[in-house]
């Protein structure tokens, strides 16, 4: 009967898991309550994993990564870590405050930032990452189709959207001059209501001429960066580290001994 009842609740316990619960909970003298706990922990532990994974499968991220594969020493006085911890509590995303990461390319913001959103994910937020190229792709396709207001509320919807790589490519006026505009319909709609978090290798003062748009521009950083978390990292670049690194070893593996 009680097998029925969970099957009707939707609670995934068989026979055999009930009998070696009620067989311990008898050998070790657990309370109902303890019984209850431990039969239902292991559902509710997998039913927990299976929901983590769906939101860093919807989230889309890049890559993963997480705080603890972070290679902390190799910019130790450029990267506050202290900062970032706090920041993988996620109570900014609560507190609806946006994220901006600012620093030359290479120096591991985009590393840090897709794991501050897994560690989102893993705490119930529905996070949503793109780089600015590609958010501009889905948004011109979604002017063309006129579906752009459909496009809009989706990044809305999110608890945290991630603009990684913004300025990473010159935005082509000529080829989409209506680029800027379609970025700022998406944060405009966010503001103060889900946070979001842009990763950036182009101080403030540049934004007016890579946006094309001073006024504009100054319309972004009202929305994005006036009251945000600011991260400035002025450190080495792993990747050029990495590439001399490898540059060395060649040149002394074949070097004649």
């Known amino acids: 009967m009680i097998l029925d009842d969970f099957a009707v609740l939707g609670v995934a316990v068989n026979a055999k898991s009930l009998d070696a619960a009620l067989s311990q909970a008898e050998h070790e003298g657990w309370s109902h309550i303890e019984f209850l706990q431990r039969l239902l922990q292991e559902q509710a532990n997998l039913r927990r994993e299976r929901t983590i994974a769906r939101r860093i499968r919807e989230a889309k991220f890049k890559e993963e990564k997480t705080l603890a ?5 190799f910019n130790a006085k450029a990267i506050d870590r202290t900062r970032l911890e706090e920041l993988a509590t996620s109570e900014f995303i609560r ?3 946006n994220v901006c990461m600012v620093g030359q390319s290479g ?3 985009s590393h840090l930032i897709q794991a501050l959103g897994h560690r989102a994910c893993a705490l119930g937020y529905k996070v949503r990452y793109t780089t600015s190229a590609a958010l501009l792709v889905d948004l011109t ?7 752009l207001p459909k496009r809009i509320r989706y990044y809305a919807a999110f608890d945290l959207l991630i603009i990684d790589e913004f300025g990473f490519d010159r935005i082509e006026r ?3 001059p209506q680029a800027a505009n379609l970025l700022y319909k998406v944060i405009d709609a966010r503001n103060r209501v889900r946070s979001t978090a842009l990763v950036t290798n182009i101080d403030f003062e540049a934004w007016g001429e890579y946006l094309g748009d001073a006024p504009l521009a100054m319309a972004f950083l009202d929305r994005v960066v006036d009251g945000a978390i600011i991260l400035k990292i002025h450190g080495q670049s792993y990747r050029a580290h990495r590439a001399q690194k490898a540059k060395t070893a ?5 070097k004649p001994e």
Do not use: I, M, P
């Open 69 to 73: 594969d972070f290679d902390w020493a």
């Open 95 to 97: 507190r609806h405050d």
């Open 107 to 109: 120096v591991g913001k």
């Open 141 to 147: 396709a979604g002017l063309a189709d006129q579906t």
């Open 174 to 176: 000529n080829e989409a």
């Open 250 to 254: 060649s040149e002394t593996k074949d």
